[in-house]
């Protein structure tokens, strides 16, 4: 009995203890008879992060207040929910892996590093009943891949829809000092196969391929002076000819207000892309002398964070046409008053189609490239 009852001191003792200690495991690992408690002590060392990465739904009901002209929702409320869900599924995964599943320290949050292909299948009616999932598929160091998907139910005739789909990559973050961030690094995901894993070490590479190919030109765009002539907001367009890339070229400015902004201080993401959203249909719109609409978003990429009070613009222009639709890029730059510093904080491709007052998609006029229009001078 003697014997019982000090074993049991010993377990009580070692189930309190916040981390194993690797002196009491190796004991237990050379007694053979106590291989179960070992296990044990293991597992507490080496949690299961799967479940963490369990599917995160956020549930909405369309009301009129969501409804533009159009009787849609617009895409600025769509990016609202699914920028709400990404941050919900990254910061349940990190803050509930790290320091022992402590979900007070409020400071951690992602940042929100890119979107690759953006697509708005269909649009939200009135009483629709909305999903939106989110699931982190990859983790590397400092980043997570979140897969997002917007599914509307109409509750009527009980119909699901997907609506929406993009996958997202953020970056793992913690304010200190108030207003100082840092980048983190992230508990690793356990996968399911190792395919899982190889597939989306695949996809993280590809991304930090085009990371690194934006940084450069975030780094060309530092001194100010390229990236006044790349994307002048002031431009004269009766100097150039219709359907040039300079006569469509768009700008919109905004101040960053404390609506737009996390608890942090910094801009959300949903506030940048929606001032891009509604400047590339300007400017597409303005090339094709009709409405045009949104078809998806191919690439985002941020690269500096934009602190309340801030002067964001952007600026809007064709790259490209095809028979109904049109690739737009975008550039968003924010200037911080009171340093006077203008910053390159986010540049994306957006694809557009023309369409008549009816919906139907309608020819889009050929751009006039500099070639041609050289010939035209001619």
Known sequence: MASINVYRRLWTTLAFLPKPSTKLTGFFCKNNRHLNTTTLLQHQREPDYTRFAAPVTLKRFIQPR??????????????????????IAVRRYWIGNNNGGMVGNTTKFG?????????????????????????????????????????????????????????VWYVAAEVFEETRVRIMQLPPLHYDCPEDKN???????????????????????????????????????????????????????RIIQASDCSSFGFSNATSVIELMDTTAVMAASKHCDNPCKTLCIDSITFHHPIRIDSL???????????????????????????????????????????????????????????????????
């Open 66 to 87: 969501y409804i533009d002209i159009t009787g849609n929702v617009p895409n600025s409320e769509v990016l609202k929910m699914m920028e709400e869900a990404g941050q």
């Open 111 to 167: 940042i929100l590093a890119g979107i690759q292909k953006f697509d708005f299948r269909q649009p939200l009616f009135p009483e629709d009943y909305v999903h939106v999932k989110a699931i982190v598929n990859f983790v590397s160091q400092h980043s997570l891949e979140v897969k997002i998907d917007v599914f509307a139910e109409d509750l009527s005739v009980h119909e699901r829809r997907l609506t929406n789909s993009t996958t």
């Open 199 to 253: 597939e989306g070490h695949t996809r993280y590479q590809l991304q930090k391929e085009k990371r690194m190919t934006d940084h450069q030109l975030y780094i060309d765009y530092i001194t100010g002076r390229r990236l006044n002539d790349d994307w002048n907001s002031n431009i004269d367009h009766n100097n150039f000819p219709k359907h040039t890339v300079q006569s469509s070229q768009m700008a919109l400015d």
């Open 312 to 378: 964001l613009t952007t600026v809007a222009k064709i790259s490209s046409t095809s028979e109904h639709t049109l690739n737009v890029e975008i550039a968003a730059i924010a200037e911080e008053f009171n340093t006077g510093q203008r910053h390159f904080v986010a540049n994306a491709f957006f694809k557009l189609i023309s369409m008549d007052k009816n919906g139907n998609p309608i020819p889009v006029p050929p751009l006039i490239t500099i070639a041609d229009l050289q010939q035209i001078r001619l």
